[in-house]
């Protein structure tokens, strides 16, 4: 876990660097797209969305409630599930998690939410619907980025934008690897998995 976190913030450290150093270079007058330096950054989160979300919407409503037992294994097995949590709550759970890292950057939700409340959401269709909202307001804060706000420190923890939203594709690769497995135990094959046949090919080598 602590590798996936390191690589994963080498990976955005790579694209918030040279973001905040292109802009410090430019001259005064000229007016760089904002959109075509946060485009690498943009990807990586619309990946974890789509990954996450069409994982939500494949699994079976009645299957919300699963969470692995020892009753899967055979007699004897030494595997422990005494304590893992349902496929709702690790869904809720990264609904919650944005509203809670991005709140110290001032940035608002376009309607009030108590991140507490997702505990309290049964339903797949409710859990669907927070889980939109929770990813439009996730890209509305890295939509406010700029090269003088990326990595500097805000609040008593001195947390960054840059730091934050590592935190969160951090949790989100942790919690969606467990979604897999809960899908696959009950038939869901992940779409992301599916449909990679359906990608279109990568461009030939340059020689």
Same mark, same amino acid.
């Given at each position: 876990m602590k590798l996936r976190y390191l690589r994963l913030s080498a990976l955005l450290? @790579?694209?918030?660097?040279p973001y905040a150093a292109s802009y410090a270079q430019a001259p005064a007058s000229s007016t760089p797209d904002s959109s075509n330096n946060l485009a690498a950054l943009t990807?990586?989160? @619309?990946?974890? +969305?789509?990954?996450?979300?069409?994982?939500? +919407?494949?699994?079976?409503?009645?299957?919300?409630?699963?969470a692995p037992s020892n009753d899967l294994f055979k007699p004897g097995s030494h595997a422990q599930f005494d304590t893992v949590h349902t496929f709702s709550w690790q869904v809720?759970?990264?609904c919650a998690l944005p509203?809670?890292? #991005?709140?110290? #950057?001032?940035?608002?939700?376009? @309607?009030?939410?108590?991140p507490k409340s997702f505990d309290s959401?049964?339903?797949k269709d409710e859990i669907i619907k927070a889980l939109k909202a929770s990813f439009d307001y996730q890209n509305k804060v890295i939509a406010s980025f700029t090269p003088e706000n990326v990595m500097a420190p805000v609040?008593?923890?001195?947390?960054?934008?840059?730091?934050?939203?590592?935190?969160?594709?951090?949790?989100d690769g942790d919690h969606?690897?467990?979604?897999?497995e809960y899908g696959r135990m009950n038939g869901v094959i992940p779409p992301a @998995?599916?449909?990679?046949?359906?990608?279109?090919?990568?461009?030939?080598?340059?020689k």
């Open positions: 450290l @790579t694209i918030a660097v990807q990586t989160v @619309t990946r974890f +969305e789509n990954n996450i979300l069409s994982l939500a +919407e494949a699994m079976p409503a009645d299957k919300y409630d699963f809720t759970h990264l509203y809670r890292v #991005f709140a110290p #950057f001032g940035v608002k939700p376009d @309607t009030d939410v108590d959401l049964k339903s609040g008593p923890r001195n947390a960054t934008r840059i730091a934050s939203l590592v935190l969160v594709l951090g949790d969606y690897g467990q979604m897999v @998995t599916a449909n990679q046949g359906q990608r279109p090919a990568a461009p030939p080598a340059q």
